[in-house]
């Protein structure tokens, strides 16, 4: 195979190299002048008064993962039926105890108060 079969892919490359270094150096000369009043956050004319880094309570993690892990487990119920249609009842007896332990893993999280924001 001769080196002019990679000619075109070379090429190719160079445009792209030279399209992202123009588009790049386009952008340094028309971008705006920063100013410290322009790089204030605006938030409907009132300026901010708590810092930036905040710490969040533990609430609103433990309901996120608890809504992440209950909607994955939901998502995976209709290709579960799906696999397991043609296995009869012992499908149905798999499926009915994935439900049953989605089902009792929400009733713990429940008793436990983990879904009530505080």
């Known amino acids: 195979m001769a080196l002019s079969a990679y000619l075109p892919i070379l090429v190719f490359f160079a445009l792209g190299l030279a399209v992202g270094g123009l588009i790049l150096g386009l952008s340094k000369l028309v971008r705006p002048t920063h100013t410290l009043v322009k790089?204030?956050?605006?938030?409907?004319?009132?300026?901010?008064?708590?810092?930036?880094?905040?710490?969040?309570?533990?609430?609103?993690?433990?309901?996120?993962?608890l809504f992440i892990i209950f909607d994955i487990e939901l998502a995976f119920i209709y290709p579960i039926a799906l696999v397991l249609r043609d296995d009869g009842l012992l499908g149905l007896v798999v499926l009915i105890v994935f439900v049953f332990t989605i089902v009792e893993a929400l009733a713990y999280v429940w008793k436990k108060r983990a879904l009530e924001w505080r």
Not at 39 to 65: C, H, K, N, W
């Open 39 to 65: 790089d204030l956050p605006y938030e409907s004319g009132i300026l901010g008064g708590t810092p930036v880094r905040q710490r969040f309570s533990i609430d609103f993690y433990l309901t996120a993962m």
